[in-house]
């Protein structure tokens, strides 16, 4: 798995999709650069020359989640592809401290290298998720800051095609990798979530540690008031946070993935800098709602490199919903619950 960057250099030069008015023209070779390593890594995952040593974990990454030989790969191939570029900060979801790169460079870069990388040995769909910051004088100025600051953000997802969804603050792009090219051809001109859908995914493993709120919504969404005139919404579950924007920015839906009663999961389980505020920049640019549950996820500041938030995002009637749950009195919720719950007697 070579990543010289060196060697890389010299393969990005012609460009791996093409310019449009809707990328700042300062930060294109940013993007570029990155859609070259994106491009690297789908050899490498599509090739499937894995082993156990590969695919099985090797240890936990700072952030406290198991670590496979491919999260360090694609981790390496970034950082090295960014050397050379217009950044002056590196912050990855795999390392424990922001890298300093150029000195002079004005933008700070944040990735999540490989998310759901524990997928890989059974052929899910994977990703990388990134996004672009103005860059500060220290690392952590240039990222603990309220996603709204972002520049541009974005993931790529390796799966029967490889996509690029890209957002520069004036909607959603599309791309799709042409491999009789080699470059990522634009797909449309903007990508647009329903306004609602009957779809929702969250994993119902979890249920008896949700709170009453959430326990309520997923209990309305599979079980509609027969007095109203509300249909059952169908249930998708992924397990993989690419795989589920994806679903839902091309055809709508919720994704809700909250904070519960398990040790570890008190403040949620998805990273904020990492995938949480890049995919909420995504989803509100495509005319839909990314929260904590409560508050926007975009307005939101982390609180360190590595903290973690619940995370809600979709369609905007369907998000909105599940705040109204947040909103209600407890007594109300323990109402639903009676009438409604999936168990009874909790």
Known sequence: MNT??????NSMNDGCFVVSDSIPKAVYPILNALAFAAIQLRGTLMRGHFDSSVVLPLGQNSDGDSQVPMDIYADRLFHDVLKDQDVAWYASEEREEVAAMR???????????LDGSSNVNINISVGSIFSLYPAESTGEKSFLRPPRDQIAAGYFIYGPQTWLMLTCGNGVMSYVFDPETGMFRRENSALNIPDQSLEFAINMSNYHHWSKPVRAYVDACINPNPEGSGKPF????????????QRILTRGGVFLYPNDRRPGYEEG???HVYEC????FLIEQAGGLATDCRVPIMEKKAQSLHSRTPFVFGCKSNVDEVRDFHDRPDHELSALFAARGLFRGE
């Open 234 to 245: 169908n249930m998708r579950w992924i397990a993989s946070l690419v795989a589920e924007a």
């Open 269 to 271: 389980r998805l990273r």
């Open 4 to 9: 010289d960057p060196r060697r890389l250099k």
């Open 277 to 280: 505020g890049p995919i909420a």
């Open 103 to 113: 000195k002079a460079g004005r933008y700070a870069v944040a990735i999540d290298p």
